[in-house]
C-alpha cells in the first residue's frame, strides 16, 4: 500500500521497524562483547601495524610517516569485529532465532531472520569473502610477508581480486537476476543494457577502494561506513527490502561498537578486513537498492578521498609536482597543521550532511514508496 501519514500507528510498519532496530541492537552487544576477546589475541600476538614508507607510486613518505610514527605496533584486523558478528548474527537469525521462538512462545525472534536469497546471499557472501582476503593481506603486512616491499599484497594483485568479486556480482546481477536498469532519482528508470556490467563493477571498485583509502585516521572510516550503511538500511527499508534493511542495520549496529573503541586514540585499527570488506559490501547494497548515484552523494567523502589521489599521482606523473602536501586528502589537512580529531570529526560532520542530502534526493526521487 502506498504509505500515508496515519500510517505510522499500523501495526506492520512497526513491526518491521522494531525488527530492523533490534537486530541492529544486537549486533552492536554482539561486537561490543567480542571485543574484549579479540584484542587480547591481537595484542597477546603482538599483532600491530608498520608504518609505511613508501608510497603508492613508490616514492617515499614525507609527511604521513613521521605524523603517524607513535602508531607503530598498535593492532590491525579489528574490522573482524564488524563483519564476523554479522556472520554470526545473520545465521543465527535464521538457525537458532526460530528454535528459540518455538520454545518460549515469542513469536517476534522468529520475525528476526533476515537471512534471504534475494537480498542477503549476495552481500554476505562479498562481506566474507572480502574479509577473509583482507585478513590475510592484514597478516601478511604485519608479519613482513608478500609481494609487496615490506609485506602484504601489491595493490594491482589487491586490485584484481577485487575486480574478480565485482565482476562475479555484475554477472550474478546480469544473468541471474535479469538486472539492467539505472534509476535516477525523480526521472526514473532506464535500461543500458550490457553497460550495467561495468557499471556495477565500477560502483564496486570505486566504494572498496576509496573506504580503503579512507581508512587513515582514527575513526574516521568507521564513522563514514557508520553513516553510509545507517542510510542504506531506511532506503532499503522504504524499499520494503526488510531483509537487506535487518542486514545494513547489523552493520551499523556492529560499526557503532567498533567506534567504542576505535576514536582517537585508537585501541586498534580496521585494517583491509574492515575497510575493503566493508566498502565492497556498501557497493553491492547500492545496487541492490538500485541506488548507485545516490550512493555518491552519501559518501561524497569518498569521492573527495580518492579524488585527492588521483589528482596527486597524475601531477606528480605529469608535472612533476605535489597539488597535496600528501594525499588522500585527510593526510594533507595533518600535513597543514589540523590535529587528527578535528579532521575526524569534521569528516563526520560533512558525511552526516551529506548523506542526508543523499537520503532526501534518493527517497523523494524514488517515486511510490510501498511498506
Known amino acids: 500500500m502506498d504509505i500515508q501519514i496515519s500510517d505510522v500507528q499500523n501495526i506492520p510498519i512497526i513491526v518491521n521497524a522494531l525488527k530492523v532496530l533490534t537486530t ?17 589475541i591481537l595484542y597477546a600476538y603482538k599483532i600491530g ?26 593492532p590491525t584486523m579489528g574490522g573482524l569485529l564488524v563483519w564476523f558478528p554479522v556472520l554470526i548474527l545473520t545465521f543465527a537469525s535464521h538457525f537458532l532465532f526460530p528454535f528459540i521462538a518455538v520454545i518460549f512462545g515469542m513469536d517476534f525472534i522468529a520475525r528476526l531472520d533476515f537471512l534471504s536469497r534475494p537480498q542477503v546471499w549476495l552481500p554476505l557472501f562479498v562481506l566474507v569473502t572480502a574479509g577473509i582476503l583482507g585478513l590475510f593481506d592484514d ?14 599484497m601489491r595493490f594491482l594483485f589487491r586490485f584484481w581480486w577485487l575486480f574478480a568479486i565485482a565482476g562475479t556480482g555484475a554477472w550474478w546481477f ?24 561495468p ?18 585516521l582514527d575513526g574516521l572510516n568507521g564513522g563514514v561506513l557508520l553513516i553510509a550503511f545507517s542510510s ?5 527499508f522504504l524499499q520494503n527490502k526488510l531483509d537487506l534493511a535487518a542486514f545494513c542495520a547489523a552493520l551499523s549496529g556492529a560499526l557503532l561498537a567498533f567506534l567504542w573503541f576505535n576514536i582517537y586514540p585508537a585501541r586498534f585499527f580496521m585494517g583491509d578486513t574492515g575497510a575493503v570488506a566493508l566498502g565492497t559490501t556498501l557497493g553491492v547494497v547500492a545496487m541492490l ?23 596527486q599521482l597524475l601531477s606528480k606523473k605529469y608535472r612533476g609536482k605535489k597539488v597535496f602536501l600528501s594525499a588522500p586528502l585527510h593526510h594533507h589537512f595533518e ?5 587528527e580529531p578535528k579532521i575526524v570529526m569534521r569528516a563526520w560532520i560533512f558525511s552526516a550532511v551529506m548523506a542526508l542530502i543523499g537520503l532526501i534526493i534518493g527517497i523523494l526521487g524514488m517515486g511510490k514508496i510501498h511498506l
Open 232 to 236: 542504506f538500511a531506511l532506503i532499503a
Open 24 to 40: 541492529g541492537l544486537l549486533a552492536f552487544l554482539l561486537a561490543f562483547f567480542l571485543t574484549p576477546l579479540w584484542t587480547h
Open 49 to 74: 601495524i608498520k608504518i609505511k614508507q613508501n608510497a603508492v607510486d613508490g616514492e617515499k613518505l614525507t609527511f604521513v610517516n613521521k605524523m603517524h610514527a607513535k602508531k607503530q605496533g598498535t
Open 199 to 216: 557499471l556495477f563493477i565500477f560502483v564496486i571498485l570505486f566504494s572498496a577502494i576509496s573506504s580503503n583509502e579512507t581508512d587513515g
Open 289 to 311: 537498492t538500485n541506488s548507485s548515484l545516490v550512493l555518491f552523494l552519501i559518501v561524497f567523502l569518498y569521492v573527495l578521498e580518492s579524488g585527492s589521489v588521483v589528482i
Open 139 to 152: 597478516y601478511m603486512s604485519v608479519r613482513g610477508r608478500g609481494t609487496n616491499k615490506g609485506g602484504g
Open 174 to 197: 546480469y544473468s541471474k537476476l535479469g538486472w539492467d536498469q539505472i534509476h535516477i532519482p525523480a526521472v526514473g528508470d532506464f535500461s543500458i543494457g550490457l553497460w550495467y556490467i
Open 335 to 339: 600535513a597543514v597543521g589540523w590535529e
